[in-house]
């Protein structure tokens, strides 16, 4: 082994002493320079895929991210393994950028994190040209193609800046693709002769499961008894969240809720809790999950039906990440069809509205035309809509436009840290501590807490950390440290706990505003349809679960798993028949499938063939295997 050999980096950053499955082929395919892309699911260990060839190449690997907090979790992750990581997100400013940059040109730093909106900004293509860039990851790359659930403009500009710098080591990686999306990933990132690793979308240790029935709430009490261990329980609506956890309180159940509309500090908290052990379930909307590792779930139970069987299998599959048995169920009734295509409908807004909400937004942050391209705002969504007399749901809708149209990206709330940097050198910063007694002592806690980095790059601070240092109040602290920054003696960013809407394009006049129409219209009718795998997957009481979500992603098979409701129904159904008596009729001699539903007139023929499946899989009658056929519409034994 070498330094560069991956197996010696997987063993000294992350401690492990072999590979997942396929990972080691990919790195081995993205080392070579084959344009690989990697079908993993949720819990595949993706990142492994462009971290561990990013750490064995030359250069620094740009990573193409679509969320700030899955970025700043990649992040801090790998600077707490000692490898050198940056992130360019919304809301930094100016000087933190140019720093960042250079820190990335001209010191060790071997991942850069970045929105695809990024790289078509001047100032990032100037910086790039001074990089040596090794590798070029896309993570999440489904948000590269409109057929997909998480569509995001931006992506599709990715290949512009692969051309313009004539990158060859290239992965993009995602958890969920159909035919159509990874015919998408590899056509508009101008894949050449692409290398793809698609792990099977079978989970063995999962068992799927539905159930239609009026009181949900019963039966996701009888579940989370009958399955000890961590839970998670995704319903649609924030309110919900905090009912049903209180709820489980009141059955014994330790429960939490979680949803966008909490503050950082308590999202964080409630994670934090929940990872820990602390709770036992929680109670979530959709907002809940991305980026979290927690390898012990028991249970994921869907008490309203998801958007799309892609977010689904996302939500679903983070649960038994340690490959030991867990469970993930639907509980629906016929009311939860009827809204959730009466919620998919109604995602249909007019381009008048649209461009009124747009409008809006322009006078709410008083922006001329032409002006504040990647400009961040905090964005609070309850007085936006009051101040403009905007209803609330088609707002919402109105707003998914603009971003589906790459206008607009806004960012659930997350708890960003405050951030300084010094400006006057150490000799210039005496001078003014000499001069300024009454900030000496705020100063001297900063050198001391701080240090030397405080000179390198924007430092994040803790101003409750401060206070108790220089025995003043939190308020007063943020007063000083915003008037050193007038003063020029260093640059402080005061932590944010709003979400943020960043205008992606110069703003438009909203007449002109460059709708397409015909777009709109197509993807409203692919987030139809999506919707509608979805009923037709809670719905289905006859094909095996893990079977239709493989196919929904593209991928064939005969294979069952034995382990969802309908198959365990299918079984309970088989032993109605009796092996005992199928053995006996078998050990005669060949029957057709037609003589044996003689013998068991009560039942059915498809009843029979999976009889017999169910018994060559236990092994009962394997040595009929050759005489079967029981792809054939007349199978024989």
């Known amino acids: ?41 949720t819990g595949g260990g993706k990142s492994i895929c462009f971290q561990v060839p990013g750490l064995c190449l030359e250069g620094i690997c740009i990573v193409v991210s679509p969320l700030i907090a899955l970025m700043k979790d990649q992040v801090e992750q790998l600077r707490s393994r000692g490898i050198k990581a940056e992130a360019l997100f919304s809301g930094m400013s100016k000087r933190e950028i140019d720093i960042t940059l250079d820190n990335c040109i001209y010191g060790d730093i071997k991942f850069l994190y970045v929105s695809p909106e990024r790289l078509r900004t001047e100032l990032f293509l100037e910086r790039a040209k001074k990089m040596k860039i090794g590798l070029l990851a896309i993570d999440e790359a489904h948000c590269i193609s409109q057929w997909g659930y998480d569509f995001r403009p931006p992506y599709m500009q990715i290949a512009d800046f692969i051309q313009e710098f004539h990158l060859e080591k290239l992965i ?14 590899l056509s508009k990132l101008l894949f050449k002769a692409p290398k793809i690793f698609k792990k099977s979308f079978a989970r063995a240790n999962l068992s799927y499961s539905v159930f239609d029935l009026e009181n949900k709430e019963s039966k996701m009490m009888e579940i989370l008894n009958n399955v000890p261990g961590t839970g998670i329980v995704y ?69 309203d039906l998801p958007d799309s069987l892609e977010a689904y299998y996302q939500e679903a599959g983070r649960a ?49 035309v032409g ?36 206008l607009i990206q806004i960012t659930d709330a997350y708890r960003e840290a405050s951030r300084i940097l010094m400006l006057l050198k150490p000799e210039e910063l005496y001078k003014f501590q000499v001069a300024h007694e009454n900030f000496d002592p705020l100063i001297k806690v900063l050198l001391r807490l701080y240090g030397g980095e405080l000179y390198v790059g924007f430092v994040n601070i803790k101003e409750q950390d401060i206070s108790k240092l220089v025995k003043e109040s939190v308020p007063k602290v943020i007063k000083d440290l915003e008037y050193l920054q007038k003063l020029d003696v260093l640059e402080y960013h005061h932590g944010s706990d709003q979400a943020q809407i960043t205008f992606l394009t110069p703003r438009y006049d909203a007449n002109n505003l460059p709708l397409d129409k015909k777009q709109i219209a197509w993807r409203r009718q692919v987030t139809m349809e999506k919707a509608k795998s979805v009923a037709k997957y809670a719905q289905n009481v006859i094909r095996c679960r893990t079977q239709i979500i493989q196919e929904y992603f593209d991928e064939q098979t005969d294979q069952e798993c034995g382990v969802c409701d309908v198959c365990l129904e299918k079984r309970r159904k088989v032993t109605t028949i009796g092996e005992k008596e199928i053995m006996s009729v078998l050990s005669r001699g060949d029957h057709s499938v037609q003589q044996l539903k003689k013998t068991f007139p009560n039942v059915g023929e498809e009843q029979i063939i999976q009889a017999l499946r169910m018994l060559m899989d236990e092994g009962l009658v394997y040595e009929y295997h050759s005489r079967f056929g029981l792809k054939s519409d007349q199978p024989k034994t």
């Open 1 to 41: 082994m070498h330094l560069n050999d991956p197996l010696s980096i997987l063993k000294q950053y992350w401690g492990y002493s072999s590979f997942r499955p396929l990972q080691e082929e990919i790195i081995e395919s993205v080392i070579e320079g084959h344009h690989t892309l990697a079908l993993l699911p």
């Open 172 to 185: 993009a990686v995602t958890a969920s693709a159909t035919k159509e999306v990874k015919e998408d990933i």
């Open 235 to 303: 319903v649609r609506s924030r309110k919900r969240t905090q009912l049903i956890a209180e709820k489980l309180r009141r059955n014994g159940v330790s429960a939490d809720y979680y949803h966008a509309g909490l503050s950082p500090q308590d999202r964080v908290s409630r994670q934090e809790a929940w990872i820990r052990g602390q709770i036992r379930v929680i109670v979530s909307t959709n907002a809940f999950g991305m980026g979290i590792d927690k390898p012990d779930v028991r249970s994921v139970i869907h008490y």
């Open 320 to 368: 038994g990440r340690d490959e030991k048995k867990a469970y993930a169920v639907i509980l629906y009734h016929q009311g939860d069809i009827e809204d959730l295509e009466t919620r998919t409908e109604k995602s249909a807004v007019e381009v008048s509205f649209i461009k009124r909400v747009y409008q809006a937004l322009a006078n709410y942050y008083k922006l001329a």
């Open 371 to 406: 002006s504040n391209a990647l400009s961040s705002f905090d964005f609070l969504y309850a007085d936006f809509t009051a101040t403009f007399n905007l209803p609330l749901v088609e707002t919402y809708h109105a707003l998914s436009k603009l971003e589906d149209e790459g």
